[in-house]
């Protein structure tokens, strides 16, 4: 029994001692191994850990494209190259060289880079600032910059600019060496570039944009050479149909300091470009898209070793537009030869404007300005770009939407609703037309009426333009009266068109009040024929001959129809105008009194004593409208308005030809795209250019 006890106490010894000693064992293991970690090997892991970094970079996304309301092209995008600089791979001694050696490569091949320095080199090869640069050439000596007085002159400016990018260092006391004054400008203009858009790590400079494939090539021969330089897959913004409606489109440059500050907070980077006019600009944010981003990891060295994609880059949304190209080109090509026909006899009419409208939403069906230009060309051809900046016409000014003009009696169809619905008058009221106004005989003033009408109505008055019945009855409405009709009818009053428009005048007391000016009645009676400080805009006068056309209701005039993604397959939204004027239960004008005022309308077209009887008397679709002369100092201005077909109105145009004289030329406008839009047979009908040479 005791021996056995003996034996049992040996054996738990036994057993504590093993398990002691795998437990040494153990212990000594994880202590060898955590020393190997730590100690041999954790130098060499700092060492690896500092030798790598990651960073976020931007993916740059595609613009939206904008077509017309067929998806014809007038703003898309072309896949090309661009050649970039990435700053991890630039150095400070390599760099100014670099630059050169690429400038020189392309400048060989004759491909254009981003040249943007507001100084150039003049004939006698000095410093000179370029023109039509005072907003850059203001910043480049501010504080922010330069910090030079405003008075420098552009050499003292190019010398600072020489000490920033060409420091001396210990290895190199004279920079500039070996450099002529054209090359340091070529290397200062692109620095100063990379500088205003912040060239970083994250942020990389475009040199060049749509590069062609063959100097990729030759600059990927010789990249040794230099360093730093990438080429990438890009797309670059052009205008297949660049002559079409290029003012309203608008164009896309680089985002300037004082916009980069403005839009920062949007995530926008100093090397973006924005819509700088028109539709490029009104619908940026639809446009622009989302860049994406990815994660960089880079060696102490700088050398890339990977990347991951974070967010993938969303393309822009492409704009429908409401304008129909083909109808946009009769239109360009009528007002193009209408006006050149004018100015043959009449050298003061120099351009022209017209709208047309489709008469349920007010969307534009087409908008031509005369003179114009084409935006493939502009701004991107210096010398082109130059030539349209010093026209005296002023192409680059979008005359549909911007200027404004003396109506002339297409005024008058609002004087006559206003008198109407006011009680003044009505269908059977008349007065005595005897070709002289003799209300304020006593005072010298008896303005005059082209015909001698006898008794005569307001339908009648308004066929024959009759300036003794509008005076009459504008004397009797008032101004304030009429004013109020005027602009619920669309005059004086913004159409709600997306781009810049100009708002035009409403003659009155208030307007001449601001010009120094007293409001006298003789001031009312030529207001009343659309004469006095009556200014209105093309796209104005459509809108008001479309809301006669729509019962008196107006729209807002849009130019927009609809949004697509960028693979034009999902519809994100589409443009629903607001009503300014809802007159559907005749609260504003009764429907009797718009018969009426149509009526008279249709009789300028369908009588033969008519004011547009020539063209439109025999014409397979009724046409109602008014024609329109506003005296001037030199030649008159002709207007005309109309809408189609009379009894149910699709469409309504104005068209404006300051200084054209002869209503002829307003009229073979419109006759031009009536054609077109009901599909007439033009050589039956004979067209309106060739009558206009004619």
Not at 277 to 297: F, H, Q, V, W
Not at 390 to 417: M, N, R
């Amino acid at each position: 029994m005791r021996h056995h006890f003996f034996r049992k106490k040996h054996i738990k010894t036994g057993r504590y001692i093993t398990c002691a000693v795998i437990s040494l064992v153990l212990a000594a293991v994880f202590i060898l191994r955590l020393f190997q970690w730590q100690i041999l090997e954790g130098a060499s892991a700092v060492k690896e850990a500092n030798q790598k970094s990651a960073t976020s970079v931007t993916m740059t996304t595609n613009r939206g494209e904008i077509v017309d309301k067929n998806g014809v092209g007038l703003a898309t995008n072309k896949t090309g190259y661009s050649l970039q600089f990435d700053y991890a791979y630039m150095t400070s001694s390599s760099e100014n060289g670099t630059i050169l050696r690429l400038i020189n490569l392309l400048e060989k091949r004759k491909e254009k880079w981003l040249d943007t320095l507001p100084i150039i080199m003049d004939k006698n090869g000095d410093y000179a600032f370029k023109a039509n640069s005072d907003s850059k050439i203001k910043y480049l000596k501010s504080k922010s910059f330069l910090g030079v007085n405003s008075y420098a002159d552009a050499n003292t400016c190019m010398q600072n600019l020489i000490e920033k990018y060409f420091a001396t260092t210990k290895e190199n006391s004279n920079p500039t060496a070996g450099y002529s004054k054209a090359d340091l400008r070529k290397i200062v203009s692109v620095r100063y570039a990379m500088t205003l858009q912040g060239f970083s790590l994250n942020t990389p400079y475009t040199f060049a944009e749509d590069v062609s494939r063959e100097t990729v090539e030759i600059v990927s021969e010789n990249s040794d050479s230099l360093p730093g330089v990438t080429v990438q897959v890009t797309t670059t913004r052009e205008n297949p149909n660049g002559t079409l409606i290029p003012q309203i489109v608008g164009t896309v440059g680089a985002i300037s300091p004082e916009e980069y500050s403005q839009l920062k907070a949007k995530g926008y980077h100093l090397n973006d470009r924005v819509g700088q006019s028109g539709i490029e600009s009104a619908m940026e944010s639809t446009l622009r898209g989302t860049e994406g981003k990815k994660s960089l990891t880079i060696n102490s060295s700088g050398k890339v070793t990977g990347e991951k994609v974070i967010t993938a880059p969303v393309s822009g949304d492409t704009v429908f537009m409401t304008i129909d190209s083909k109808l946009q080109k009769v239109a360009d090509d009528a007002l193009a030869a209408n006006v050149q026909a004018a100015h043959r006899l009449y050298s003061s009419c120099t351009g022209g404007s017209v709208v047309v409208l489709n008469v349920k939403d007010f969307s534009v069906l087409a908008a031509a300005s005369y003179p114009s230009y084409d935006l493939s060309k502009y701004p991107s051809d210096a010398a082109y770009t130059n030539k349209l900046l010093t026209d005296p016409s002023h192409p680059l000014t979008d005359q549909a939407f911007e200027s404004a003009y003396a109506p002339g009696s297409i005024f008058k169809p609002s004087v006559a609703l206003a008198a109407l619905q006011e009680g003044i008058i009505n269908i059977n009221t008349t007065y005595v037309c005897n070709h002289i106004y003799r209300r304020f005989e006593d005072s010298g003033y008896m303005p005059k009426c082209e015909g001698n009408h006898g008794a005569i109505s307001v339908e009648r008055a308004l066929e024959v333009s009759c300036n003794i019945f509008f005076f009459e009855t504008g004397f009797h409405t008032t101004i304030s009266k009429m004013n109020v009709y005027a602009k619920k009818l669309g005059l004086g009053e913004k159409t709600g068109v997306e781009i810049a428009e100009n708002t035009g005048t409403l003659a009155g007391p208030a307007e001449k009040k601001t010009s120094g000016g007293v409001w006298y009645p003789t001031d009312t009676i030529q207001a009343a024929i659309g004469q006095s400080d009556n200014r209105f805009t093309a796209a104005q006068l459509a809108a008001y001959v479309a809301t006669i056309a729509n019962n008196g209701t107006r729209k807002q005039e849009h130019l927009v129809d609809h949004v697509t993604d960028y693979s034009r397959k999902k519809i994100i939204s589409t443009t629903k105008p607001d009503t300014y004027t809802d007159n559907h239960d005749y609260s504003f004008l009764s429907k009797d009194n718009l018969d009426i005022v149509k009526t008279g309308m249709r009789d300028v077209c369908a009588s033969p004593h008519g004011t547009a009887y020539d063209p439109f008397g025999n014409y397979p679709v009724e046409i109602a409208a008014k024609t329109g002369t506003a005296e001037t100092s030199e030649s008159d201005n002709t207007t005309f308005i109309s809408f189609a077909p009379y009894n149910n109105p699709q469409i309504a145009l104005a068209v404006v030809i300051p200084h054209g004289a002869k209503g002829t030329y307003s009229k073979n406008v419109a006759k031009a795209i009536y054609d077109s839009y009901f599909k007439l047979d033009q050589s039956a009908s004979g067209t309106s250019a060739a009558k206009a040479v004619g």
